[in-house]
C-alpha cells in the first residue's frame, strides 16, 4: 500500500486528504499509517462512525505481498479505529459506488472489464470536483464516495448489521454534531 484516502465528511464541511506512510520495512508503514490516522483525528475531531473499503481478493492477479501489505492495513485500520472506540465499516467496492454514482454511471463500452480501475478513480475526482470538494488526488475522492456511503446508510439496520444498533438508532441526530470518517 502506498497510500489511503480519507474524508471528514460533515454536515457544513468536507475534509479530504491521503495517508502515504512510507518507509522500506512494511512494520514501519503499518505505524506510519495508525500515526496518520490519529493525526487526522486529533486535527479533525473524533468521527461517530467510520467506513473502509473492503479488501477484494482476485486469484491469480494478487501476489503473496500484495495480500499481506492490504490486509495488514485492515487490520490497522481497524485496530486503530476499534481502539479510539469509534464504529467501522467495511464496503465493497461496487456497493459504495452505487450509493457515489446513483445515477447509473459506467465505464464506457471500449474499456475492457477487469481494467476499470483507472476510469473509476478519475471519475471520482471529477465527481468531487463537480461537487466542489477539494482533494489531493483519486484516493481522497473514494474516500468521500464511501463517506457519501456511510452517511446513506447510517440510518439503515438492514445495511449495517444488527450490531450497530444502537449507533442506528441514533442515526440522524449523529449528522447534525459530529462528522463521519
Not at 505505524?31 to 482476485?58: K, S, W
Request: glycine share 12%.
Amino acid at each position: 500500500m502506498r497510500a489511503t484516502g480519507w474524508c471528514m465528511n460533515g454536515t457544513s464541511r468536507v475534509f479530504t486528504g491521503t495517508i502515504k506512510p512510507v518507509g522500506r520495512i512494511e512494520g514501519n508503514r503499518l505505524c506510519r499509517l495508525a500515526n496518520g490516522l490519529h493525526t487526522v483525528i486529533r486535527e479533525h475531531g473524533q468521527p461517530d462512525a467510520a467506513a473502509m473499503e473492503a479488501p477484494a481478493y482476485f486469484p491469480g492477479r494478487d501476489t503473496r505481498v500484495g495480500l499481506i501489505s492490504v490486509y495488514g492495513c485492515r487490520a490497522v485500520i481497524l485496530a486503530t479505529l476499534n481502539a479510539m472506540q469509534i464504529p467501522t465499516f467495511e464496503v465493497a467496492t461496487s456497493t459504495w459506488r452505487k450509493s457515489f454514482f446513483p445515477d447509473g454511471t459506467r465505464p464506457p463500452d471500449h474499456i475492457v472489464k477487469g481494467k476499470t480501475d483507472a476510469w473509476w478513480k478519475a471519475e471520482a475526482v471529477r465527481k468531487c470536483g463537480d461537487m466542489g470538494i477539494d482533494v489531493d488526488g483519486h484516493d481522497a475522492a473514494e474516500a468521500v464516495g464511501i463517506s457519501f456511503w456511510l452517511r446513506a446508510n447510517i440510518g439503515n439496520p438492514n445495511r449495517l448489521g444488527k450490531q450497530y444498533a444502537g449507533l442506528v438508532a441514533k442515526g440522524e441526530s449523529l449528522w447534525n454534531e459530529k462528522t463521519t470518517l
